[in-house]
């Protein structure tokens, strides 16, 4: 049952910490793949029921990856269906900012970025200085934000939310959290040893630059994009 995922205290922590920060209704949609995943597929719904019963401004939707209408709109979505490995799901996507992208769960360390992603497109709050957003504001091209990621590790979140930020304040630029041990095909293809493991994917699926380490600063992080898109036009 959703109820056994957190405490009473942590449930309660949550109810006031919601009810105190939501203004606006925040969509989430999930696309289950009980198919090739089923016991994390599983999870993920308990999450979103646990959530909604939590606060009614947080409403999920969750589809099932294997439907063919679903699978024409994640195909559309460009969701990567079947292109690395053949787990579908689970994927948390943001309704109003589809490019805030979950694959597997925003469990561990992840968990309380998922949670200041749900705050922050509630209140239409955007955690970004003007320097940040002065350089995002000449990404002009669509990319992808790659940060492979793993529940334990204490660092990865920084990127997570990072790129979240990005994806709110451009629509061109998707975040897109990977747990590399639910996903592990796609973490091979990105020879993905340690995390968080950071790729920069262009509109034609190339990888434009990639590293392993996170980046504290956002204005860094925003010109080293920057940068590998310069560097790809010459």
């Given at each position: 049952m959703?109820?056994?995922?957190?405490s009473?205290?942590?449930?309660?922590a949550?109810?006031?910490?919601?009810?105190?920060?939501?203004?606006?209704?925040v969509?989430?949609t999930?696309?289950?793949?009980?198919?090739n995943?089923?016991?994390?597929?599983?999870?993920?719904?308990?999450i979103?029921?646990l959530?909604?019963?939590?606060?009614?401004?947080?409403?999920?939707?969750f589809?099932?990856?294997y439907?063919?209408?679903?699978?024409?709109?994640?195909?559309?979505?460009?969701?990567l269906?079947?292109?690395?490995?053949n787990?579908?799901?689970?994927i948390?996507?943001?309704?109003k900012?589809?490019?805030?992208?979950y694959?597997?769960?925003?469990?561990?360390?992840e968990?309380?970025?998922?949670?200041?992603?749900?705050?922050h497109?509630?209140n239409?709050?955007f955690?970004?200085?003007?320097?940040?957003a002065?350089?995002?504001?000449s990404i002009?091209?669509?990319?992808?934000?790659?940060?492979?990621?793993?529940?334990?590790?204490?660092?990865?979140?920084?990127?997570?939310?990072?790129?979240?930020?990005f994806?709110?304040?451009?629509?061109?630029?998707?975040?897109?959290?990977?747990?590399?041990?639910?996903?592990p095909e796609?973490a091979?293809?990105?020879?993905?040893?340690?995390?968080?493991?950071?790729?920069i994917?262009n509109k034609?699926g190339?990888?434009l630059?990639?590293?392993?380490?996170?980046?504290?600063?956002?204005?860094?992080?925003?010109?080293?994009?920057?940068?590998?898109?310069?560097?790809?036009?010459k």
């Amino acid at each position: 049952m959703a109820e056994e995922i957190l405490s009473e205290d942590d449930k309660k922590a949550l109810k006031e910490m919601f009810d105190k920060n939501l203004k606006n209704p925040v969509e989430i949609t999930v696309y289950l793949d009980e198919k090739n995943n089923k016991e994390t597929s599983d999870f993920a719904k308990k999450i979103g029921e646990l959530l909604m019963q939590i606060n009614d401004k947080i409403k999920f939707e969750f589809l099932d990856a294997y439907d063919p209408k679903v699978e024409e709109e994640m195909k559309s979505k460009n969701l990567l269906i079947d292109k690395y490995g053949n787990r579908r799901g689970p994927i948390f996507v943001f309704k109003k900012y589809p490019g805030i992208i979950y694959y597997g769960l925003p469990s561990g360390e992840e968990f309380p970025i998922f949670l200041e992603d749900i705050i922050h497109v509630s209140n239409e709050h955007f955690d970004i200085d003007g320097a940040t957003a002065k350089k995002l504001a000449s990404i002009n091209e669509p990319i992808d934000i790659y940060v492979f990621v793993t529940p334990t590790c204490p660092y990865c979140p920084y990127m997570t939310h990072h790129s979240h930020q990005f994806a709110m304040v451009k629509s061109n630029i998707r975040g897109i959290m990977i747990e590399s041990y639910e996903f592990p095909e796609f973490a091979e293809k990105f020879k993905v040893y340690g995390v968080p493991h950071i790729a920069i994917i262009n509109k034609d699926g190339n990888v434009l630059t990639e590293w392993e380490g996170a980046i504290g600063e956002m204005e860094i992080f925003a010109n080293k994009i920057k940068e590998s898109l310069e560097k790809a036009s010459k």
